[in-house]
């Protein structure tokens, strides 16, 4: 059975700094694209950023760049986000997501329906 854990989320003051995990097991991703999305209150779900299953192409959402990076260990089915000067809108519950199949191996994606399995979420929230 596929499951992906997120871990990391908490309160932080504006400003600040969390590193977010995601625990991929029940099989291997290391050929399968991966991906952050979250949702803040009130809101749709939205693209955060993916990651190749190389590791070496990226693809961040405007509203993050420069701030956030995304990186996997394929060795351990890990994948991490590292937030920096986190604002108070991106308070949200973040998801970590995978491709349902095999993808290229440069290949990312920013579409929710691009993958196939999602883990329940982290709660991140960040006071002004």
């Known amino acids: 059975q596929v499951q992906l854990v997120e871990s990391g989320g908490g309160l932080v003051q504006a400003g600040g700094s969390l590193r977010l995990t995601c625990a991929a097991s029940?099989?291997?991703?290391?050929?399968?694209?991966m991906a952050w999305f979250r949702q803040g209150p009130g809101k749709e779900r939205e693209f955060v950023v993916s990651i190749s299953w190389s590791g070496r192409i990226t693809r961040y959402a405007d509203s993050v760049k420069g701030r956030f990076t995304i990186s996997r260990d394929n060795a351990r089915d890990m994948v991490y986000l590292q937030m920096n000067s986190l604002k108070f809108e991106d308070t949200a519950v973040y998801y970590c997501a995978a491709t349902r199949l095999a993808v290229a191996r440069h290949s990312v994606f920013d579409q929710s329906a691009d993958y196939g399995y999602w883990g329940q979420g982290t709660q991140v929230t960040v006071s002004s």
């Open positions: 029940g099989r291997t991703f290391s050929n399968y694209a």
